[in-house]
């Protein structure tokens, strides 16, 4: 292709994400992504993953890093919000693409001149074209007030055909950037030709804490090359699998489900042919019910357990004991139809608040699980129990265990529905037939488990402690990772990984998720018939990572093989291919090594190698990482579940791979250790990166602290703070279940200019104030000229202020020594608890400095100055509430950016979506005395005074109190009416309102001394 492109004409331009970056847009999208739950690209690979980060957001940091500033920030805002589809006719395409309304809502709703041309009676004319029905939805879009409102009406961006979604796009952009010789028609066009403005080349985009791929992902379908890196083999071969699987070519994916089907087919054919999942009727297995036996200490019976005997809400199916005193054990009868008394007592198991539970002859025995587990404490401290530890060839309880594991019920497919699309299920108990059939599995696996697991169809690891690892060590004795799973289901793991691995990576793959639910970790889901508000399930058989940790459980439920066959051969995933355009530059030097694997993706570069963080192979332009911030998972345990399956012969390219967790080298926590592994992974980064390259790290914005942290180890890396944005990924984490919200900080860094800077923070502060004022008044006058235009401004207050803190750390992060401390010494000097760093103090003038020009519409710049951080807070919130903001962490955020100390007094509510401040007249007298932070302030006082105005007393009464208890009164009148007009303004009851501007007024209006 010829372009009129001079390369690097751009080597030295900043990146438009340096100044302008929709991140209020962006947040929506990102969270639309999140909650769509199975609906995204990549889950579907493995949703064992937790974490991915939305690919909204990664597209939006490649865009904004590529983009060059032209002068002119508005038309580059317009620019970049078109290449993201959020601009009006983005949003018209995608809201068309929802069918977000339908012709007889249009009809209702818009004045149309001639409705003949696009309707025929209540529905569309037949004839209607796309640009009429667009036309339509323009002006109808146009009635809806907020971006978020319209975008909520609207598929996501990457759901819509995008050749149609940017067909307008490309002339636009292409005469923006005309000066610049862009002609770009694709996204990969687009890519390439900027990144040879910039680099000479199309642009390497890096991430060595790959995970689940969504940054490599996202980056190579815009059309960057990719280096991916992941300590971790399972994190590199979901990554694999976005690139290869969900990127590959029709071609290829047909290839691949062909393959699927036919490991699928192999596998069901080896199965059939054992006998043991088959009835004698011919019905074949859905799902297997299992629970745990033990003796009980008192009576010497053996109890079954589990916390609910409940199998089916929707059948009222439940298990019943029923004592067999001969064998003094329980028989258990599954019972169909059960009555509505019988489906409330099943809710009662035979495990209740850590006991074993039940009932014998009318008297109810209970016994802790601690106590039948033996616990006990040594006299060093150690804990333990008297559970035998299993050993590595054990696969099942021994007769004398503490613990014995017992099928209680089957859920089988009816043979006349076996192959339809509609099946017929029931649930039966065990019978003498099926226990047969288990004794055949049991002779299975006890005549092959050595070979297998020599040959590595079957794990041979041991569980290593740890954080996670210990659970199932603790609580069942299992030493070793394939005492995880039910004899039963080494058969079918054996078998598929076997096919798997012969028939290559886009088929082992598959095993993850046959293995996520097939354990004794996996919880039996019984369906319910749903309710107001809860939808109704069926009954199913749960991941082992619904949640990110190894809980072991008293009863628990594995999948047939026919259903794991399901996973198997229906690439249920969605098929995106990374679109591509040929190479008009010089390829990367391969430079390929032992461990690399280069996947040809068309011509795209994309390699994806397993090792540390600080050992990069290959140089990348720009850098995007999510590193493991205090990581609530701990991706390097949990994953052995399924490296144990897959390290022995993987297929290729995995073979290169090193199959191990190698925890020693994961990067956790957040002390010391984390800090020093942080630095070596950046500082390999960074030498990584060519002069004009640029870095993007995300993590989450928990305490202020955090800024402290990171910043010091991206300065001792050598790297300097170019922007940081702000963006509210999830509202309560899907991980971190807690009392929280959570965000996203993206930090832009670029490579400190090479030489020793020395700074003195007396003197660094100055420059610090003035950077931080230029930055946020830049960014609100873009703001006032965005909102004239399109009623609504392109940054929130938390943006402002985020950048004022980026401007500050640009200020700071640009020297190599403060104070004669070298950074890489303060990075890792050990912290002592309360200690206020360098950059804790200019985080902090930085926001000081922000939050001076942070003034609420309306009230005096000079009363602004004299309040404090609680009234400054009340205030500012406020303000913001007027605008329809509601997010908790923009409570915490600002409340962290004005000092207060305990804002929580002030919340009317404090949920994550729908918080709010107290209303004036929900303060109680308790919230206002002088001892509270509100209480002892102007604007407390004022909050009493407007509560007395509405119990109407006096307001001559009132201005006298006021008089006696503020000796300053005189002075700080002009305060207090400022105030009072400020909440005349903005305060949401409409009683309180009139109230202010009456006092207001008479406090103006006083005489004195007459
Ligand atoms: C927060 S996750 C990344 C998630 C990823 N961005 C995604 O979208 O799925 C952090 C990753 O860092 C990896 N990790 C931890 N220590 C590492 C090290 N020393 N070197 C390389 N990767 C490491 C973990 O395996 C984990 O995959």
């Not at 908790?888 to 600002?894: G, I, R, S």
């Not at 949920?911 to 209480?935: C, H, I, Y």
């Amino acid at each position: 292709m010829n372009y009129k492109l001079n390369p690097l004409a751009l080597q030295n331009a900043p990146a438009l994400i340096e100044s302008v970056f929709p991140a209020q847009k962006v947040s929506f999208e990102a969270q639309r992504e999140r909650k769509a739950g199975a609906g995204q690209t990549l889950t579907a690979l493995g949703s064992y993953w937790k974490g991915r980060k939305p690919l909204i957001l990664v597209r939006a940091i490649v865009l904004g890093s590529l983009l060059p500033p032209t002068g002119d920030a508005e038309g580059d805002l317009e620019i970049f919000e078109k290449l993201m589809a959020f601009d009006d006719e983005g949003l018209a395409r995608r809201a068309l693409a929802a069918k977000a309304f339908s012709a007889r809502e249009l009809q209702e709703h818009l004045p149309i001149a001639d409705p003949e041309r696009y309707f025929s009676g209540r529905g569309w004319r037949r004839d209607a074209s796309e640009a009429d029905k667009l036309a339509l939805y323009r002006q109808a879009l146009a009635t809806v007030a907020t971006y978020e409102a319209k975008a909520a009406l609207c598929k996501r961006p990457e759901e819509v055909d995008q050749d149609w979604l940017y067909a307008p796009v490309w002339p636009v952009v292409n005469h923006h950037y005309a000066a610049l010789g862009i002609d770009a028609h694709s996204f990969p066009e687009l890519t390439e030709q900027l990144g040879i403005l910039r680099y000479g080349h199309r642009p390497r985009v890096g991430d060595t804490f790959c995970g689940g791929g969504s940054i490599p992902f996202e980056s190579a379908r815009l059309g960057c090359d990719v280096y991916a890196s992941d300590l971790n083999p399972i994190a590199c071969m979901l990554t694999w699998g976005a690139l290869n699987i969900i990127g590959a070519s029709p071609e290829r994916r047909a290839e691949i489900e062909k393959t699927q089907r036919e490991v699928a087919e192999a596998v069901d054919a080896e199965i059939t042919q054992l006998g043991i999942e088959h009835d004698e009727y011919g019905n074949r297995a859905k799902a297997y019910l299992y629970c745990l036996e033990t003796r009980c200490p008192e009576t010497g019976w053996r109890v079954p357990m589990s916390p609910s005997w409940v199998i089916s809400k929707t059948r009222n199916v439940i298990a019943c004991l029923k004592p067999d005193q001969e064998n003094q054990r329980f028989e258990i009868e599954v019972v169909t139809g059960a009555s509505a008394a019988e489906m409330k007592a099943a809710e009662k198991g035979t495990v209740q608040d850590g006991a074993l539970v039940y009932e014998l002859d009318s008297k109810t025995y209970r016994t802790p699980i601690k106590t039948l587990r033996g616990d006990y404490r040594d006299a060093e401290g150690n804990t333990g129990n008297r559970l035998r530890r299993w050993e590595k060839h054990d696969f099942q309880p021994r007769h004398d265990d503490i613990f014995q594991e017992r099928l209680y019920a089957i859920q089988w497919i009816t043979k006349e529905s076996l192959n339809q699309s509609r099946q017929e299920t029931f649930f039966t108990s065990v019978t003498e037939a099926d226990l047969e059939r288990e004794r055949a599995v049991e002779a299975i696996v006890a005549a092959n488990l050595t070979r297998w697991q020599e040959e590595g169809l079957v794990p041979d690891m041991a569980i290593d402690p740890g954080y996670n690892t210990d659970q199932p060590v603790r609580e069942r004795g299992w030493m070793y990772w394939h005492h995880l799973f039910p004899a039963r289901q080494l058969i079918y793991l054996a078998a598929i990984n076997r096919r798997s691995k012969q028939a290559g990576a886009a088929s082992i793959i598959k095993m993850g998720k046959a293995l996520d639910r097939t354990s004794k970790l996996c919880r039996w889901h019984p369906s319910s018939p749903g309710r107001p508000g809860v939808a109704p399930s069926a009954d199913k058989v749960e991941q082992v990572f619904d949640n990110q940790s190894l809980n072991t459980l008293y009863a628990y439920a594995s999948k047939s093989l026919l259903e794991l066959s399901l996973f198997l051969s229906r690439y249920e995933e969605k098929s995106i291919r990374i679109q591509n355009v040929g190479r008009i530059s010089e390829a990367h030097p391969a430079n390929l090594s032992s461990d690399a694997a280069l996947c040809a993706l068309s011509d795209l570069q994309t390699r994806v190698l397993t090792h540390p963080a600080n050992h990069i192979k290959d140089e990348s332009d720009l850098w995007i990482t999510d590193p493991p911030y205090a990581d609530a998972v701990h991706y390097h345990e949990i994953t052995e579940f399924f490296i144990a399956w897959l390290r022995k012969t993987p297929p290729k390219p995995f073979d290169e791979w090193v199959w191990d967790s190698r925890r020693a080298l994961a990067i956790k926590g957040s002390g010391e250790d984390f800090r020093r592994g942080m630095v070596a992974a950046y500082t390999a980064m960074a030498e990584h990166t060519p002069d004009n390259g640029m870095q993007c790290v995300m993590f989450t914005h928990q305490d202020t602290g955090v800024w402290s942290d990171m910043v010091g180890i991206f300065w001792a890396a050598g790297l300097q703070v170019v922007a940081a944005w702000y963006i509210a990924t999830e509202t309560t984490s899907e991980l971190k279940k807690g009392g929280y919200v959570q965000g996203t900080l993206i930090l832009m860094l670029k490579k400190r200019p090479a030489g020793e800077r020395t700074g003195f923070k007396q003197r660094i502060m100055p420059a610090v104030r003035a950077e931080v004022q230029r930055q946020i008044e830049t960014m609100m006058h873009l703001n006032d000229t965005v909102k004239r235009k399109h009623g609504e401004p392109v940054f929130n207050d938390s943006d402002l202020q985020m950048a004022g803190y980026a401007a500050a750390l640009k200020v700071l992060t640009a020297y190599t020594q403060i104070g004669g401390e070298d950074v890489t010494a303060f990075a890792l000097r050990p912290r002592t608890r309360g200690e206020v760093t360098v950059v804790d103090e200019i985080v902090q003038q930085a926001a000081e400095a922000a939050n001076s020009l942070l003034v609420p519409e309306g009230l005096a710049a000079d009363t602004w100055a004299k309040l404090s951080g609680i009234e400054r807070f009340l205030l500012r919130m406020m303000d913001m509430e007027t605008t329809g903001a509601a997010k908790l962490d923009n409570y915490q955020n600002f409340a962290k950016a004005f000092r207060v100390e305990d804002y929580t007094r002030v919340m009317g509510n404090m949920t994550a979506n729908q918080a709010r401040l107290k209303r004036l007249t929900e303060f109680k007298s308790r919230d206002l005395t002088d001892s509270t932070e509100l209480g002892a302030t102007r604007l407390g006082r004022l909050i009493i005074a407007l509560q007395q105005m509405l119990a109407e007393t006096e307001p001559q009464t009132i201005i006298s109190q006021l008089q006696a208890e503020m000796a300053d009164f005189l002075e700080v009148r002009p305060i207090l009416i400022d105030l009072l007009a400020c909440i005349e303004r903005k305060a949401p009851e409409p009683e309180v309102r009139p109230a202010a501007e009456v006092l207001g007024a008479r406090i103006k209006n006083l005489r004195f001394g007459g």
